[in-house]
């Protein structure tokens, strides 16, 4: 049940990122957007880890990969997604994070032999197709262009490849916390030279859609939904990853509650596949 409730908060807080991302981008450049939320984030998370609960930080040989993992989880993923969102629908966004379980399945059984029961054949049907109908409304009327929608594939690769990055990495029981904070603030520190070098003064407005957007991808969604998904990652990232399918009706529904983007009874349908597809991979690894 605690591993229920983790997926279930990571989905909401992670369909979340796409609505507040597009609330931001009415007032400033995504990169600026992007490295106030990776500092902010990034900098609450190392003060809370070191200076309140008095966790170990990182040694000597545990910098490389917190580097690597910010790298791949934070400045290729998160950069690339920022800059897509321009051009892109926050519900078609939610969709694309669809893609992860599908890569990061592959990876699995390319890198490490990964082998593919008929249930987890079965339940990866059910999920994509549930997406794919719940998403069909907005790709026939959703605003992508092909090069946002290739940049947000792109951006999903690195998302997969970090997951795999991160599990097969020993990290001697370093707070999840800590290592959360250190590759947020690298990931953030490898944009500032992107974010110098194309920062317009005229293009940006620090008004209250930025703080609004900024602070909710700073907390809930940098602290809140990655602390999750790191915990859901260390069980296992093939089962793990199934719970990137609720993003999509998440992000929906929260993009509708928000910016007005439509629902309808493609939908529900797709929320209902999604759910039993859920099930029968949960319901596989607790057996």
């Known amino acids: 049940m605690k591993f229920i409730i983790t997926g279930v908060l990571f989905a909401f807080l992670w369909a979340s990122a796409a609505t507040a991302t597009k609330i931001g981008l009415q007032s400033v450049q995504p990169f600026v957007l992007a490295i106030t939320r990776f500092g902010i984030a990034g900098l609450l998370m190392i003060f809370v880890s070191a200076l309140i609960l008095k966790n170990r930080q990182p040694g000597k040989n545990e910098w490389r990969p917190i580097v690597i993992y910010g790298l791949l989880n934070v400045t290729i993923y998160l950069g690339l997604y920022v800059l897509a969102m321009q051009t892109t629908s926050a519900g078609i966004a939610s969709l694309a994070i669809a893609v992860n379980p599908v890569l990061i399945s592959l990876m699995a059984a390319i890198l490490f032999n990964y082998k593919f029961t008929l249930l987890s054949i079965i339940s990866l049907a059910l999920c994509s197709s549930g997406v794919f109908i719940a998403a069909w409304p907005l790709l026939e009327n959703g605003f992508v262009t092909p090069l ?95 719970w990137l399918y609720l993003c999509p009706p998440f992000g929906f529904l929260i993009a509708s509650w928000v910016l007005k983007e439509p629902i309808s009874l493609f939908t529900i349908i797709g929320v209902i596949l999604v759910t039993g597809g859920l099930y029968i991979v949960q319901r596989q690894k607790s057996k």
């Open 148 to 242: 946002g929608f290739t940049i947000l594939l792109i951006s999903m690769l690195s998302y997969s490849g970090g997951a795999i990055f991160y599990t097969k990495q020993k990290w001697n029981e370093l707070d999840i916390l800590t290592i959360n904070g250190w590759q947020t603030l690298f990931g953030g520190l490898f944009l500032l030279p992107l974010a110098i070098f194309f920062y317009q003064p005229e293009m940006n407005r620090f008004d209250e859609k930025f703080w609004t957007g900024v602070l909710w991808l700073a907390i809930p969604v940098s602290i809140g939904a990655v602390q999750a998904w790191m915990i859901l990652l260390k069980r296992n990232p093939v089962s793990t990853a199934y």
